[in-house]
């Protein structure tokens, strides 16, 4: 696959409830496009994006009030992309709270010319 927009489009659903949970799998050769996502919480949290489950961070913390949530909307360019090709796509929770929602990404090989 291309960095183009031919990529597929794919989907992910986010359920986590503390510390760092897996989003998308990590596929070899291949880097993760995070096109939007939607977030819920049950109580008040922080969360993050996180690439692979070493805590290297895709994002500042999100501040999150209890019943509350975040939507950005999936975008062709992206809001964020891992850096290293066969690493996952993590969210990170800093309390114990029902993390609920939906990601859209792409797969893609790195270009490198």
């Known amino acids: 696959m291309?960095?183009?927009?031919?990529?597929?489009?794919?989907?992910?659903?986010?359920?986590?409830?503390?510390g760092s949970t897996a989003v998308v799998a990590g596929v070899a050769g291949q880097r993760i496009r995070l096109l939007g996502y939607t977030l819920t919480v049950g109580s008040a949290t922080n969360v993050?994006?996180?690439?692979?489950s070493d805590g290297t961070a895709l994002t500042g913390v999100i501040e999150l009030a209890a019943k509350g949530g975040i939507s950005v909307p999936a975008t062709?360019?992206?809001?964020?992309?891992?850096?290293?090709a066969a690493n996952g796509l993590f969210i990170?929770?800093?309390?114990t709270s029902n993390v609920m929602?939906?990601?859209?990404?792409?797969?893609?090989e790195e270009i490198t010319n």
């Open 2 to 18: 291309s960095k183009g927009e031919d990529n597929p489009i794919k989907y992910a659903v986010i359920s986590a409830t503390s």
């Open 48 to 52: 993050k994006f996180e690439e692979a």
């Open 76 to 84: 062709y360019i992206g809001v964020l992309e891992t850096s290293t």
């Open 92 to 95: 990170n929770t800093s309390a």
């Open 101 to 108: 929602g939906h990601v859209s990404y792409q797969l893609f």
